[in-house]
């Protein structure tokens, strides 16, 4: 169990971002398929791969996270020693829990007001609740990611380590 737990801590993200990207173009392939060769498109095929993609969007926000890989402003790290560096991102991973948290909150009502007023997908007819819940599943994923980044980063800082940071997007 114990490694389970760590392979998904691990990739869990990856497998969830190939497995949502796959759906999409998988589904966008074949409907696009279907309009022009076929002269017909399903109802459901545009309408799955639209929710599917806003999941995908937001495990991919908790994968940058994990990975330290979000776009930023990072010439200040230059200016400071490194250890006022670390305190810096953890100040930023701190403050980003406080709006994780209220994001998760206002999204939960969200999709608490989509379970009460019975809301339904315009083609499938399902509970619009189920896609409502892809924002507080994201940031779920973000709020672990994040915690997990203080507790390294402290455990960093204490030891006196320089902490960990993602590799630049251009050099």
């Not at 392939?29 to 599917?52: D, I, K, Q």
């Amino acid at each position: 169990m114990r490694d389970l737990i760590r392979k998904l801590d691990e990739n869990g993200e990856r497998w969830l971002l190939l497995i949502f990207y796959a759906y999409v173009v998988i589904v966008v392939f074949v409907e696009v398929l279907r309009r022009f060769l076929l002269e017909y498109s399903s109802f459901w095929g545009e309408e799955t791969a639209r929710y599917m993609f806003i999941y995908l969007v937001w495990v991919g926000a908790a994968a940058a996270v994990k990975d330290r890989a979000h776009l930023r402003i990072d010439v200040i790290f230059n200016l400071v020693p490194e250890r006022v560096g670390a305190w810096i991102y953890l100040l930023g991973d701190v403050l980003t829990v406080l709006f994780a948290c209220l994001v998760l909150w206002l999204s939960l009502e969200s999709v608490a007001t989509s379970i009460r007023f019975e809301s339904q997908t315009h083609g499938l007819r399902i509970s619009q609740a189920w896609f409502t819940a892809a924002v507080p599943f994201g940031f779920t994923l973000i709020l672990i990611r994040l915690l997990q980044s203080i507790r390294r980063d402290l455990a960093d800082i204490r030891a006196g380590r320089g902490i960990r940071t993602s590799g630049k997007l251009f050099d």
